[in-house]
């Protein structure tokens, strides 16, 4: 089945600075890779995503690229806030199935 | 965006009870609904999948007969943790599917969590 490995565990950058977060996945059927932000003890939110048929896709300071070839994702946060830190999720679904699966999370932690 | 609402958001329970933890999809319908187990600092552990009237699909290394899971309509699906004991104590997190637009094109959302504390 497919296995998301997601990096770093935590990050701290600050304020102003951008953030990237990436993830690689090892099944070459998955062709959707959403991203959720996690405060403490809130649900995840997706915040963007990307389907196979494109390489990078952006809203406003977010943006996520997409690299089939070898199979990784990343995120870019830039210009970064305070209220961007949380935890944040990758997860990768294969083409036909119900489930996402989610990579182990990185921490991001923005000083102000 | 999608709303998916979770009851109760806390619950505190003895040691051999069963607690039952509802999943509302408020606007739209969920053919499928997931059902996820968190623990802290951890990421989201899939537990199993609910379609609306059908049985529900586990993910291995989950007992079934341990958390049951409903799935009768279309916004709402329940799981019942049975016997349960204080290593089930967690955050468990459901999520819906909405409806598909194009091809598999359709987004996941998320309920905002329930803690059960088994004591």
């Known amino acids: 089945g497919e296995n998301v490995e997601q990096h770093p565990s935590t990050l701290s950058v600050q304020e102003g600075d951008s953030a990237v977060i990436k993830c690689t996945y090892s099944?070459?059927?998955?062709?959707?890779f959403p991203w959720y932000k996690q405060e403490l003890g809130k649900r995840p939110q997706l915040i963007i995503d990307?389907?196979?048929?494109?390489g990078e896709k952006k809203d406003q300071r977010i943006a996520v690229t997409l690299n089939k070839t070898a199979k990784h994702f990343s995120l870019h946060i830039t210009e970064t806030q305070p209220e961007d830190s949380a935890v944040y999720f990758c997860?990768?679904?294969?083409?036909?199935?119900?489930?996402?699966?989610f990579g182990q999370g990185t921490r991001l932690t923005i000083n102000p | 965006g999608a709303v998916v609402s979770q009851h109760p958001s806390r619950v505190i329970c003895k040691s051999g009870t069963s607690v039952k933890i509802e999943c509302r999809s408020l606007?739209?319908?969920?053919?499928?609904m997931f059902w996820y187990r968190q623990f802290p600092k951890k990421s989201l552990m899939l537990m199993a999948t609910?379609?609306?009237?059908?049985?529900?699909?586990?993910e291995q290394g989950v007992e079934k007969d341990k958390f049951l899971i409903n799935h009768a309509s279309l916004t709402l699906s329940t799981l019942t943790v049975t016997s349960a004991h204080p290593e089930d104590s967690s955050f468990y997190i459901c999520?819906?599917?909405?409806?598909?637009?194009?091809?598999?094109?359709?987004?996941?959302?998320f309920g905002p969590g329930t803690r059960l504390t088994v004591t």
């Open positions: 999520s819906a599917r909405d409806t598909p637009r194009g091809a598999g094109a359709y987004e996941q959302y």
């Open positions: 099944d070459s059927a998955s062709n959707y």
């Open positions: 990307i389907r196979s048929n494109v």
């Open positions: 997860a990768a679904r294969l083409q036909g199935a119900q489930k996402l699966v």
């Open positions: 606007d739209f319908q969920a053919t499928t």
């Open positions: 609910s379609n609306e009237g059908s049985k529900a699909t586990y």
